[in-house]
């Protein structure tokens, strides 16, 4: 069973940083692209940063472009997604998403979805 669970998320106040976790089990972690989606209230979800777990290029939405950064430990089968200088349009549920491409620095097709975690950025 494919599990991806979340965590991480919480309070921060504009300026701040988080650092989001996703562990990912039931399934073959290597040749999977991973990734993080948000969706705010009342906005469709949107692809926030990507990566291919055989390592390349990575994707990143325009709007973090320089204050988030996506990465991985293949050795324990997670993916990580820092997040500084937050902003509070960053307030969002987030998903952690596998699927099998395509590749960055394209947006992959999601296969699998985490529960999400809630970040909340106050101004």
């Known amino acids: 069973q494919v599990q991806l669970v979340e965590s991480g998320g919480g309070s921060v106040q504009a300026g701040g940083s988080l650092r989001l976790s996703c562990a990912a089990s039931?399934?073959?972690?290597?040749?999977?692209?991973m990734g993080w989606f948000r969706q705010a209230p009342g906005k469709e979800r949107e692809g926030v940063a990507a990566?291919?777990?055989?390592?390349?290029?990575?994707y990143y939405a325009d709007s973090v472009k320089g204050r988030f950064t996506i990465s991985q430990d293949n050795t324990k089968n997670t993916l990580y997604l820092q997040m500084n200088s937050l902003k509070p349009e960053d307030t969002a549920m987030y998903y952690c998403?596998?699927?099998?491409?395509?590749?960055?620095?394209?947006?992959?097709?999601?296969?699998?979805w985490g529960q999400g975690t809630q970040v909340t950025v106050s101004s």
């Open positions: 990566l291919y777990t055989g390592g390349g290029s990575t």
């Open positions: 998403a596998a699927g099998r491409g395509p590749r960055p620095p394209f947006l992959f097709n999601v296969n699998f």
């Open positions: 039931g399934y073959t972690y290597s040749n999977y692209c």
